[in-house]
């Protein structure tokens, strides 16, 4: 079983920065591939940005240049900066750990954080 616990999530004004943090405790592993996901009121959840065990990171097109993914090993550990912030990424951000990664693309685990909310107020 893995849990994951995330934090740093608020509300911020439209040009503003945040960072999300996401820690993963309770696997015998270490945790290959983790992920933020995304999901606004009335919309599917959506991949945001992936980082697989090497630190290669993948980004969804809305986010590039935007917001960077990060990871901290030792801890178990994954960020995500978040600047420039625009009332589209007003959402609940979930983590991801422990899934798949093959041709560029993040394939979710069943592990899943309890979500924090982001607000972007314009």
């Known amino acids: 079983q893995v849990q994951l616990v995330e934090s740093g999530g608020g509300l911020v004004q439209a040009g503003g920065s945040l960072r999300l943090s996401c820690a993963a405790s309770?696997?015998?592993?270490?945790?290959?591939?983790m992920a933020w996901y995304r999901q606004a009121p009335g919309k599917q959840r959506e991949l945001v940005a992936a980082?697989?065990?090497?630190?290669?990171?993948i980004y969804a097109d809305s986010v590039k240049g935007r917001l960077t993914i990060s990871r901290d090993n030792a801890k178990n550990t994954v960020y995500l900066q978040m600047n420039s912030l625009e009332p589209e990424d007003t959402a609940v951000y979930y983590c991801?750990?422990?899934?798949?990664?093959?041709?560029?693309?993040?394939?979710?685990?069943?592990?899943w954080g309890q979500g924090t909310q982001v607000t972007v107020s314009s």
């Open positions: 980082i697989t065990s090497g630190g290669i990171p």
């Open positions: 991801n750990a422990g899934g798949a990664y093959a041709g560029g693309n993040y394939y979710p685990s069943d592990y």
């Open positions: 309770g696997s015998r592993f270490s945790i290959k591939h």
